[in-house]
């Protein structure tokens, strides 16, 4: 399977404005072969979910820097299992506490990226969580 077959879901979620990193990690997986799709700023995790079983991704990233972390992330897992895609992988990233990492991680959430990460950790994630 190549990476063109596996679609991410990018998105920002809150009321967090500040997007420059969402559009990087958009744009750099795009550049590695991914279909890409940018939900734009200021999504609801509704609206996430809604985009990301109509687009039928395999992933959703999450991008936030405005400290709702901790409440929006594990939103958006629980809405995906009520609507039966729990097979989507939800990642996220941005300026996230390292001490939260670990609740987010029980919550569903399959990794966390923060400010800094290189590009080529993302794409061994994505590649080693794939669906082959």
Known sequence: MSSKNVRILIAKPGLDGHDRGAKYIAR??????????YTGL???PESIVQTAIQEDVDFVGLSLLSGAHNELFPKVVELLKQNQAEDIIVFGGGVIPEEDIPALNQQGIKAIFTPGTPIKDV???IEKNRKT
Do not use: H, M
């Not at 750099?28 to 799709?37: H, S």
């Open 42 to 44: 200021r999504q609801t």
């Open 123 to 125: 794409v061994s994630f």
């Open 28 to 37: 750099a997986l795009k550049d590695n072969g991914y279909e890409v799709i």
